[in-house]
Every structure is written in C-alpha cells, then in structure tokens.
C-alpha cells in the first residue's frame, strides 16, 4: 500500500470519525433537553402533590366545628 493510499484511507476514517461523533454529540444534547424538561415536570409535580397534602392534611388539635 502506497503513502498516498494510505494517508486517503486515514483521511476518510477521520471524516466518518468526525461525523459519528457530531451524531452522538447531536444525541446528548436532545437527551440533555429531556432530561431538563422531565427535571422540571418533576418539580412541578412533587410542588403540586405537596400542595394538595398541605391542602387536604387534618390538624387533630382543632376541636370539631359544632363546639
């Protein structure tokens, strides 16, 4: 195999290098978006359950209404 063949060959495993790696890159960063977005649905869902323990929670110290 001559030089120059094999400097075409390391050329062009470079370039499928490269593009597979801008694929995964591409991928992480829509998994990283995901993940941001499911982070906040989380908060948001823990906040509202939260908000409706506190809403619903019975306070055994209160006497019942009727005294």
């Known amino acids: ?3 120059e063949a094999r400097i075409a060959d390391l050329e062009m495993r470079q370039a499928f290098q490269d593009d ?13 978006r995901l ?3 499911l982070e906040t649905q989380l908060a948001l869902l823990a ?3 939260n908000d409706l323990h506190n809403q619903f929670e019975e306070t055994p110290n209160d006497p019942p209404p009727h005294y």
């Open 1 to 3: 195999m001559s030089l």
């Open 20 to 32: 597979t790696i801008q694929a995964l890159n591409d991928v992480l960063i829509e998994q990283q």
């Open 35 to 37: 993940i941001s977005r």
């Open 47 to 49: 906040q509202r359950q």
